[in-house]
């Protein structure tokens, strides 16, 4: 059975009711035999390398429904650590598809080892060439996320308007630049002046502007778009929606990608007032989940990749040392201390 | 310059700034002469036959931006009737593509005659078959309102289950025609026992509800739609529209196509709090208006006026007499006194 190792992970104590806090989650350490046990036939045992911190953790915390498993509480017999994407080593194989040594990304535990059971899910790296936490970012969900969300689900063109919400963020960054790309005029909003700054200066949005220091966000936008927005990428719901819902064209798009504003909000979350602009002005609101379009993500790499290593696009990270910092790198996505995607590296190699 | 008669009009006294109500309309007595007057090239000359009563006038007597000219209020010293969808016989013309007699249908005056300046937007009329006032109703814009909103905008699949909401309305009761057409699941609400009994037995919905004698909208469509609601065909906004997106199914698809129960409320309309089930469901809403859509009015012709021959489609109007009723007719849209398609006869021929 081989080696037999404890190694750290990471579980959810209790299902927050309203607000979900950095102490929902605990650390523990664990054993485990480095071979695929008995009985898990097409299974594969992996190595965590990076794990990504995405907000969607927070709303499964809530135990709110996303097509997603619960997490597995730390009050029945067997407690699974929690889950989400990671970029991971192939240690063992009992899966036709995957070898020893293979790097993949996908689904994974919040732990430096995790027996996958469902490897079919896996994405094997071919690329080399590029950073590994890149999998889990730019070329992993968020940029799947990014690229699925815009050039499918807001359909630009040339010359249009478009704002970005939490647009520093591992999918914001890139919807931006894409924008820029596709011959738009794009502003982006973040949380504090270093974002502000990455936005104008390295992300190349033509303009950017600090939510928090912005009494009226109606006020905000008629600055940025005093002919309207075409086309909002609306990462995070709320008033800021409502807002943009008073700026909106004729026409305009509007991509529900998230609402983080609205994960941890009170039992009543934030009303939008004003969905009768979206009759008046004929737009098009439209939900996504990324999941639903991985058909596409042969092609999307096939455009992405070289676009990166032209340099013509580019991607921040924020990044996290060691797995005992990741609840606190999570609870980072609230506070708005992340400058970029945040993820953690649980081990280089 | 023709005999001068004097004729009826129906002009607004004020803007009104939250509620309109019946008051805010006047009935003027003015003279006219029946033919064309000088330096009037292009226009038209007509006897308003039926006039259509239609929720947008509410939303015009508050300015709400729609993209129509506001009313010309009764304080300039030129005072225009309000306006509306009518049916008119031509009476003179300057037009090369009108001609005294032809029967027409489009934007008109609330009055007994109208120099119309555009008369490019009019339709003419050239099934004789059918019910003049039809084309104010099915074969007008509530008909095509219903056909291109859900064809188009919520695209049915065989199968689906449809929800229309003021459903024994002038779209409503197509909607749920059109959708059992194409082989839907059609449930559909109104405010009346006996429009409840129209819906069930007369335009064939496969369940019907009175909504105000819910106390739980959420309860009500759980109860008609154990497994979610697939389209939703919006024709009243608010709390319902709340209600709906908690039932709603993965991909479903809202028509947001009139928002009656918001164009006469408070200064803060109704919030709805729960958009990012349109998020997690990954639903599409889009609103639309009807005008954007003519070039398929030929098409739609074509589909729906053998349908209405054949009698596989009905059609249920309620008509008040005489232009002086217009006001009264126009505020039976809020107290949902009608049964059907609101319409004025103005003169019979």
Not at 22 to 31: F, I, N, Q
Not at 61 to 68: A, G, R, S, T, V
Not at 267 to 279: D, K, R, S, T, Y
């Amino acid at each position: 059975m081989g080696e037999e190792i404890r190694y750290k992970q990471v579980i959810l104590s209790n299902y927050a009711k309203t607000s979900v806090k950095e102490s929902d989650l605990s650390l523990r350490t664990s054993k485990i035999h480095l071979k695929i046990p008995c009985g898990c036939d097409g299974a594969v045992l992996v190595k965590n390398l990076y794990l990504s911190i995405d907000p969607f953790i927070l709303a499964l915390m809530k135990n709110q429904e996303l097509d997603l498993p619960s997490f597995t509480l730390d009050s029945v017999s067997l407690v699974l650590p929690i889950y989400g994407f990671g970029v991971s080593k192939v240690l063992d194989s009992s899966h036709p598809n995957f070898k020893t040594g293979e790097l993949v990304w996908g689904f994974t535990s919040w732990e430096e080892y995790s027996l996958i059971k469902d490897p079919d899910q896996l994405f094997k790296i071919q690329d080399k060439d590029l950073p590994l936490s890149y999998f889990i970012g730019i070329l992993g969900m968020p940029g799947m996320t990014a690229y699925v969300g815009f050039f499918k689900f807001c359909s630009p063109k040339k010359g249009e308007t478009v704002y970005v919400s939490a647009a520093s963020g591992a999918v914001g960054q890139l919807v931006g630049q894409f924008a820029k790309i596709a011959g738009c005029y794009v502003v982006g909003s973040a949380g504090n002046k270093e974002k502000v700054d990455l936005l104008k200066n390295k992300f190349r949005f033509d303009e950017a502007f600090n939510y928090k220091e912005e009494q009226d966000y109606n006020a905000a936008l008629k600055r940025y778009f005093p002919d309207g927005i075409d086309i909002y990428f609306d990462n995070v719901g709320g008033k800021m929606l409502e807002a943009v819902l008073n700026s909106m064209r004729l026409n305009g798009r509007v991509a529900l990608c998230g609402m983080i504003s609205q994960y941890n909000s009170l039992e009543q979350p934030e009303g939008v007032h004003n969905l009768i602009n979206a009759l008046v002005k004929r737009v098009r609101m439209e939900g996504f989940f990324t999941s639903d379009h991985y058909h596409l993500y042969p092609k999307f790499l096939e455009i992405v990749v070289p676009l990166i290593k032209e340099e013509k696009i580019t991607y921040v990270e924020d990044i996290a040392e060691g797995i005992e910092s990741a609840p606190g790198a999570l609870f980072g996505l609230y506070s708005g201390r992340n400058v970029g995607k945040l993820l953690v590296v649980v081990a280089r190699e």
